[in-house]
């Protein structure tokens, strides 16, 4: 729905982020690459595979990589059990949003938001050993999950028409919509994705009216 064909996944085995993408070129990677290292941190080594898109000396993404002084290794073709942390994960990721297909009766079309959802829940779980967070391990500090405790992935919920403010009844000016995950870099804290009865995928906050509630 959002014109996105795949997605560049960057994980530890543990933290978790996903960048859907509309093709695979070197500047699609190379902006989620940028984009991972203003939200996440300049990454030390990244261990990829030989696309072209990513290996070629004169490609946008390497520029970027000797730019930020990071370290790349690449699994040989064919291989790929030399990059088994990020191959589990995916594996995980798929896992996970084919189950959640099937509980919340969600169309295929809005998995670019599920994954980049399923990817940020995997971040903040405790797992491994040591019981820290992937998040925790990366950033140092304890996890806020504050984001992600209100809505589950295609809730079902009620969303504030701003233009129908001037009309009676509560009901009149409430919408339904499906939520879609927490949205970061537009609007206040609280702000969400969601899809609309219309097909639309808009932006909206928590606000103190509270503009998104849950409708069960």
């Known amino acids: 729905?959002?014109?996105?064909?795949?997605?560049?996944?960057?994980?530890?085995?543990?933290?978790?982020?996903?960048?859907?993408?509309?093709?695979?070129?070197?500047?699609?990677?190379?902006?989620?690459?940028?984009?991972?290292?203003?939200?996440?941190?300049?990454?030390?080594?990244?261990?990829?595979?030989?696309?072209?898109?990513?290996?070629?000396?004169?490609?946008?993404?390497?520029?970027?990589?000797?730019?930020l002084r990071t370290k790349m290794k690449y699994t040989k073709s064919g291989r790929s059990n030399q990059s088994h942390a990020a191959e589990r994960e995916i594996g995980e990721l798929k896992k996970r949003w084919r189950r959640r297909t099937f509980k919340k009766r969600c169309p295929r079309r809005v998995w670019d938001f599920g994954l980049v959802y399923e990817g940020e829940i995997l971040s903040r779980l405790s797992r491994g050993r040591d019981g820290r967070t992937g998040m925790e391990e990366i950033t140092g500090e304890t996890t806020d999950i504050s984001d992600w405790l209100d809505f589950e992935?295609?809730?079902?919920?009620?969303?504030?028409?701003?233009?129908?403010?001037?009309?009676?009844?509560?009901?009149?000016?409430?919408?339904?919509?499906?939520?879609?995950?927490?949205?970061?870099?537009?609007?206040?804290?609280?702000?969400?994705?969601?899809?609309?009865?219309?097909?639309?995928?808009?932006?909206?906050e928590c606000s103190a009216c509270d503009s998104v509630r849950y409708a069960g």
């Open 153 to 204: 992935f295609y809730d079902t919920v009620w969303v504030l028409n701003r233009t129908s403010m001037k009309m009676d009844t509560v009901d009149d000016k409430r919408l339904p919509a499906k939520w879609l995950g927490v949205l970061h870099h537009v609007g206040s804290d609280l702000s969400y994705w969601l899809l609309l009865g219309s097909g639309k995928i808009v932006a909206d």
């Open 1 to 67: 729905m959002s014109g996105n064909t795949c997605a560049n996944v960057f994980t530890n085995g543990k933290m978790t982020k996903v960048y859907p993408l509309p093709s695979t070129s070197s500047a699609n990677l190379t902006n989620s690459l940028q984009d991972f290292a203003d939200d996440v941190g300049i990454p030390l080594l990244i261990h990829s595979d030989l696309a072209a898109a990513v290996e070629g000396r004169h490609t946008d993404f390497q520029k970027l990589v000797r730019h």
